[in-house]
């Protein structure tokens, strides 16, 4: 009977423990994202390899002071790398806009916004020519990039308060910026209205149309703005006559991943107070998750201040390979807010069998009380387990290594194709029934390029489905436990 039961735990799978991070911080170099009520928001971080050796690399703004980048070494081991001085920034996302092979920078700033252009080993120049942006002189803090042909992608970019006009910064919600691009550079049109947009994704919505999810801070819109969504082929805002619910919420950041496995991503809205999922329906319309799911993450889980919590970067990652996506969210009061929890830990909660999720934060090392802004989960050692970073207003960077004991096995996939669309941004990966999309966008004014990150659970193989951006559908198969470069 003794060996009867230990065949039948095997057959159930790995038994997992608790998650367990180690903070590093201290491997980090020094650095802050610093400044007064400009910088209340933003602060987002990008992460990327810019050198080729298959390790994460860090971009982190800077507001006030100067933006960092930060070069991984393996083992947790980083150096400050040369890069122009950059002020006023807010946040970053990688983008390979000229399909070269190394990742560029597109710096969200206040004032004229930065495509950074890569190079070897690293190196970042002020992009010009191709990459040329119109002039601008807003307050960026939202970004995102699509491809609709084999050329350079179309960009998004929204801004938050306008600073010019006289009658704010209440009911002065600047407009967001479709970026198209031309024979030289990119032409810049305004997408009205705008309600003070802190976060934009273009992906696949639950109908299946390519579309911009704009997520808006009604602490400056107030009354009459609203969650947004623009379909990019009929070029137009959804109503409510589309099935387009008007939600207003403080919208800080946007999550996405299919967590029902229905092949519809669910959408994470982070926020003040309530921490908003939505679930895809198979009309195509979205409906909020009941409260029983456990993540509305609406107070601190620990210490006694029983006022909600600010939610800001919001990201799915399986972070003990149990073949489960779980939840990750940066929380820090905006400064000094009052009606809002002033020590607000970060959350983690981890998705259990039942699809339900469980606060685990404080136990697994990942409680911070700092002002978190932007993070981000990425292998940054190469062990097949995701780690995390995170950026704080006026604290340190800070780095957790993932030292979950027993984890499961995993798959590390990247997509490589030929034309302008290079990592084919758009596309679909099905790993072993767990799906994901390769996007440039959402978040909390930053992102990252790399590989998707696939937790098996005791699944020493893998059989992958890939949905291309041309709608070509390729199958693969192979061994866990190894990260591998697909292309059609």
Same mark, same amino acid.
């Given at each position: 009977?003794?060996?009867?039961?230990?065949?039948?735990c095997?057959?159930?799978?790995?038994?997992?423990?608790?998650?367990?991070?180690?903070?590093?911080?201290?491997?980090?170099?020094?650095?802050?994202?610093l400044?007064?009520?400009?910088?209340?928001?933003?602060?987002?971080?990008?992460?990327?390899?810019?050198?080729?050796?298959?390790?994460?690399?860090?971009?982190?703004?800077?507001?006030?002071?100067p933006?960092?980048?930060?070069?991984?070494?393996d083992?947790?081991?980083?150096?400050?790398?040369?890069?122009?001085?950059?002020?006023?920034?807010? *946040?970053?996302?990688?983008?390979?806009?000229?399909?070269?092979?190394?990742m560029?920078?597109?710096?969200?700033?206040?004032?004229?916004n930065?495509?950074?252009? *890569?190079?070897?080993?690293?190196?970042?120049?002020?992009?010009?020519?191709?990459?040329?942006?119109?002039?601008?002189?807003?307050?960026?803090?939202?970004?995102?990039?699509?491809?609709?042909?084999d050329?350079?992608?179309?960009?998004?970019?929204?801004?938050?308060?306008?600073?010019?006009?006289?009658?704010?910064?209440?009911?002065?919600?600047?407009?967001?910026?479709?970026?198209?691009?031309?024979?030289?550079?990119?032409?810049?049109?305004?997408?009205?209205?705008?309600f003070?947009s802190?976060?934009?994704?273009?992906?696949?919505?639950?109908?299946?149309?390519?579309?911009?999810?704009?997520?808006?801070?009604?602490?400056?819109?107030?009354?009459?703005?609203?969650?947004?969504?623009?379909?990019?082929?009929?070029r137009?805002?959804?109503?409510t006559s589309?099935?387009?619910?008007?939600?207003?919420?403080?919208?800080?950041?946007?999550a996405?991943?299919?967590?029902?496995?229905d092949?519809?991503?669910?959408?994470?809205l982070?926020?003040?107070?309530?921490?908003?999922?939505?679930?895809?329906?198979?009309?195509?319309?979205?409906?909020?998750?009941?409260?029983s799911?456990?993540?509305?993450?609406?107070?601190?889980?620990?210490?006694?201040?029983?006022?909600p919590?600010?939610?800001?970067?919001?990201?799915?990652?399986?972070?003990?390979?149990?073949?489960?996506?779980?939840?990750?969210?940066?929380?820090?009061?905006?400064?000094?807010?009052?009606?809002?929890?002033?020590?607000?830990?970060?959350?983690?909660?981890?998705?259990?069998?039942?699809?339900?999720?469980?606060e685990?934060?404080?136990?697994?090392?990942?409680?911070?009380?700092?002002?978190?802004?932007?993070?981000?989960?990425?292998?940054?050692? *190469?062990?097949?387990?995701?780690?995390?970073?995170?950026?704080?207003r006026?604290?340190?960077?800070?780095?957790?290594?993932?030292?979950?004991?027993?984890?499961?096995?995993?798959?590390?996939?990247?997509l490589?194709?030929? *034309?302008?669309?290079?990592?084919?941004?758009?596309?679909?990966?099905?790993?072993?029934?767990?799906?994901?999309?390769t996007?440039?966008?959402?978040?909390?004014?930053?992102?990252?390029?790399?590989?998707?990150?696939?937790?098996?659970?005791?699944?020493?193989?893998?059989k992958?489905?890939?949905?291309?951006?041309?709608?070509?559908?390729?199958?693969?198969?192979?061994?866990?436990?190894?990260?591998?470069t697909?292309?059609?």
């Amino acid at each position: 009977m003794k060996f009867l039961s230990v065949i039948l735990c095997l057959l159930a799978g790995i038994a997992h423990a608790e998650p367990l991070f180690r903070d590093l911080s201290h491997r980090l170099p020094e650095h802050r994202y610093l400044g007064g009520w400009n910088h209340f928001v933003g602060g987002g971080v990008a992460v990327m390899d810019c050198n080729g050796d298959s390790l994460p690399d860090i971009f982190a703004a800077g507001g006030t002071g100067p933006a960092g980048l930060f070069v991984n070494h393996d083992n947790f081991t980083f150096t400050a790398q040369p890069l122009p001085d950059i002020r006023a920034s807010t *946040g970053a996302y990688p983008i390979d806009i000229n399909a070269d092979g190394f990742m560029d920078l597109f710096v969200l700033r206040i004032g004229q916004n930065i495509i950074l252009k *890569g190079g070897p080993d690293c190196s970042f120049t002020p992009a010009k020519g191709a990459f040329a942006l119109p002039a601008a002189d807003q307050w960026s803090t939202a970004f995102s990039a699509w491809w609709q042909d084999d050329g350079r992608p179309e960009m998004a970019v929204g801004n938050y308060v306008d600073l010019k006009n006289p009658e704010g910064p209440f009911f002065a919600c600047d407009s967001h910026e479709i970026l198209m691009p031309l024979t030289d550079g990119y032409q810049s049109s305004s997408l009205d209205p705008g309600f003070c947009s802190l976060s934009m994704l273009a992906t696949k919505d639950a109908s299946g149309a390519l579309r911009l999810r704009i997520s808006n801070d009604r602490q400056y819109y107030v009354r009459g703005g609203y969650e947004q969504m623009w379909d990019l082929k009929e070029r137009r805002f959804l109503e409510t006559s589309d099935g387009w619910e008007e939600i207003s919420i403080w919208g800080m950041g946007i999550a996405s991943r299919d967590i029902t496995g229905d092949g519809r991503e669910e959408v994470m809205l982070t926020s003040m107070g309530d921490q908003l999922m939505q679930m895809a329906q198979l009309d195509g319309t979205y409906r909020n998750a009941p409260y029983s799911i456990g993540t509305y993450a609406h107070r601190p889980y620990l210490g006694d201040d029983g006022r909600p919590s600010t939610g800001w970067h919001a990201q799915f990652g399986d972070m003990d390979n149990d073949g489960r996506a779980d939840l990750f969210i940066s929380k820090g009061n905006v400064d000094q807010m009052p009606s809002n929890a002033i020590k607000d830990p970060n959350n983690l909660l981890m998705q259990q069998a039942d699809g339900t999720f469980r606060e685990m934060g404080q136990s697994a090392g990942l409680a911070s009380t700092e002002r978190a802004r932007g993070a981000a989960l990425a292998d940054f050692d *190469g062990d097949g387990r995701l780690d995390v970073l995170v950026l704080n207003r006026r604290a340190p960077l800070e780095i957790y290594r993932n030292e979950t004991p027993d984890a499961g096995h995993w798959l590390a996939v990247s997509l490589i194709q030929p *034309g302008g669309n290079r990592h084919a941004i758009g596309a679909s990966v099905t790993v072993n029934g767990d799906m994901q999309r390769t996007i440039i966008g959402g978040g909390h004014a930053g992102g990252q390029a790399g590989p998707l990150h696939f937790g098996l659970d005791a699944a020493t193989q893998a059989k992958i489905t890939v949905e291309w951006p041309s709608g070509q559908i390729t199958h693969h198969k192979t061994a866990a436990n190894q990260a591998i470069t697909l292309s059609p």
